[in-house]
């Protein structure tokens, strides 16, 4: 099941990247400024680590989840419609890249209008709960220490971004 789990995450984070591709260009053909884009290989190796991480512990571990394993699945089901309704919102401006159109007019709708980033509670709860169901506390714990340091400079850089660039 572990196996299984990393492969269907993997398989949704490059969907979404080959979705998040697509919007660059459209956004690229816009005149979309990019910033930020000294952390972005940070980030995609942080992601890539996080699920080769969970893969090792989970497997030395064993392959029986803690009896617990329920609640933290639970609240990985629970954040993924967050996850396509922040998507959805953004429409094409959605990208894993910090883009900003100059000009562009901030996004205010669905989950947009009740708080900022929601993309990112997604990950902060995905990063914490998919180890958690496989026992693989280590990397729930560790990874979720690095993802707290990285959101603090990407929400800094892509508020940033948005001050300057969006009107």
Do not use: C
């Amino acid at each position: 099941m572990l196996a299984l789990a990393v492969v269907l995450v993997a398989l949704q984070r490059l969907l979404e990247l080959r979705h998040s591709r697509r919007n660059e260009a459209r956004l690229r053909g816009r005149g979309a400024v990019e910033r930020g884009r000294g952390h972005y290989p940070a980030m995609v190796a942080v992601h890539a680590l996080w699920l080769a991480s969970m893969l090792v512990e989970g497997f030395l571990r064993g392959p029986d989840p803690p009896a617990w394993w329920p609640a933290p699945l639970a609240l990985f089901l629970l954040v993924q419609p967050l996850r396509y309704w922040a998507i959805s919102s953004l429409g094409d401006n959605w990208n894993v890249r910090i883009l900003v159109v100059p000009g562009g007019k901030l996004v205010k709708s669905g989950p947009y209008r009740l708080f900022s980033h929601p993309n990112y509670v997604v990950v902060a709860v995905e990063v914490l709960t998919l180890p958690l169901i496989f026992g693989a506390w280590v990397t729930a714990l560790a990874f979720s220490v690095l993802n707290t340091a990285f959101f603090y400079v990407r929400i800094r850089a892509e508020n940033r971004a948005l001050r300057e660039l969006a009107g």
